[in-house]
C-alpha cells in the first residue's frame, strides 16, 4: 500500500488540496475538531475557575455555560 493511496476517488479541487497538503478532508476535520475540542475545554475550565471563586454568580456561570454548550439542555 503507497502512501498516497488515499488520494483514490478525489477529484478536482479535493484532490488538488489532498496533494498539496498531504491530507484528505477526514483529516482536516479531525484536525478542526480537535482543535475546537480543546478551545472548549479551555474556555470550560476558566468557567469553573471564575464559579468556584466567586468571580461571578451562579446565575451568570449557567449563562456561559449555554453560550459555551448549546447543544445541551442546561438547566
Known amino acids: 500500500m503507497s502512501e498516497w493511496d488515499f488520494l483514490w476517488g478525489l477529484k478536482g479541487k479535493e484532490l488538488e488540496d489532498a496533494m498539496s497538503s498531504g491530507m484528505d478532508q477526514f483529516d482536516c476535520d479531525y484536525i478542526s475538531d480537535e482543535q475546537q475540542r480543546l478551545t472548549c475545554k479551555t474556555e470550560w ?24 454548550f448549546p447543544k445541551q439542555n442546561i438547566k
Do not use: P, Y
Request: net charge positive; aromatic share 8%; no cysteine.
Open 45 to 68: 475550565e476558566k468557567l469553573k475557575f471564575l464559579r468556584d471563586n466567586g468571580a461571578i454568580t451562579m446565575e451568570d456561570f449557567k449563562n456561559r455555560k449555554r453560550e459555551l
